[in-house]
């Protein structure tokens, strides 16, 4: 009877470790700098954003994530972790790249609370901080598509678009005192209204 015993207790740990083995690894994509020390060994990165699991932005200055708060992106990492927070998607962001107890103790307390509100902002978009080597196991809402700006022959925002940066505009060679059209709901940042503005551009819904 032990032997038996001992056989189906040995039978079973071989099976659990089989298992454990087997069990797929979650997906992430990272956006940024992907030579930083990440512990992903329980991930496999993959290159689509659309099927991670997770996805996670690395090595953003305070700068850039104090733009990403503003809608305002500078460059394409930023804009990225814009995207797929309009898709719906969650992105980790490390706490170590917005360490906001460094202004803590020099900065003037009202100067703080706007640091900690556009904090606050990020969550409510969808951002997630976390700390390296803890990263928990949040999952993106969905996979909606989210799709970029187009120009079009009759310079018209296209539909599937959710945000009007100035560079955007800019790019659109739009003449002065024109009309231009965006769709319902599109995000306009502060710069490109303030370029609209100076243009004398007039946005119709």
């Known amino acids: 009877m032990d032997n038996l015993e001992f056989l189906v207790q040995e039978i079973t740990n071989r099976?659990?470790?089989?298992?454990?083995?087997?069990?797929?690894?979650?997906?992430?994509?990272?956006?940024?700098?992907?030579?930083?020390q990440i512990n992903l060994y329980e991930?496999?990165?993959?290159?689509?954003?659309?099927?991670?699991?997770?996805?996670?932005?690395?090595?953003?200055?305070?700068?850039?994530?104090?733009?990403i708060a503003n809608l305002c992106p500078f460059n394409s990492d930023e804009k990225e972790v814009i995207d797929n927070l309009l898709a719906g998607r969650t992105v980790f962001i490390p706490n170590e790249d917005l360490n906001l107890e460094h202004y803590k103790q020099c900065s003037k307390a009202l100067l703080y609370k706007e640091l900690l509100d556009k904090k606050h902002k990020l969550e409510q978009f969808g951002?997630?901080?976390?700390?390296?080597?803890?990263?928990?196991?949040?999952?993106?809402?969905?996979?909606?598509?989210?799709?970029p700006f187009e120009k079009t022959v009759e310079k018209k925002v296209s539909k599937k678009a959710k945000l009007l940066t100035e560079s955007r505009l800019r790019s659109l060679d739009l003449e002065d005192d024109s009309e231009f059209h965006v769709e319902k709901g599109t995000i306009i940042t502060a710069l490109a209204r303030d370029y609209l503005n100076r243009r004398r551009i007039t946005i119709i819904e």
């Open 15 to 36: 099976l659990l470790n089989h298992l454990k083995e087997s069990s797929p690894k979650q997906t992430v994509y990272i956006i940024g700098d992907r030579s930083k």
């Open 43 to 67: 991930f496999e990165v993959i290159d689509s954003a659309e099927d991670a699991e997770k996805i996670l932005a690395v090595g953003l200055t305070v700068d850039s994530i104090l733009r």
């Open 127 to 147: 951002v997630q901080f976390y700390s390296l080597g803890t990263l928990p196991n949040g999952i993106k809402h969905n996979k909606e598509t989210f799709q």
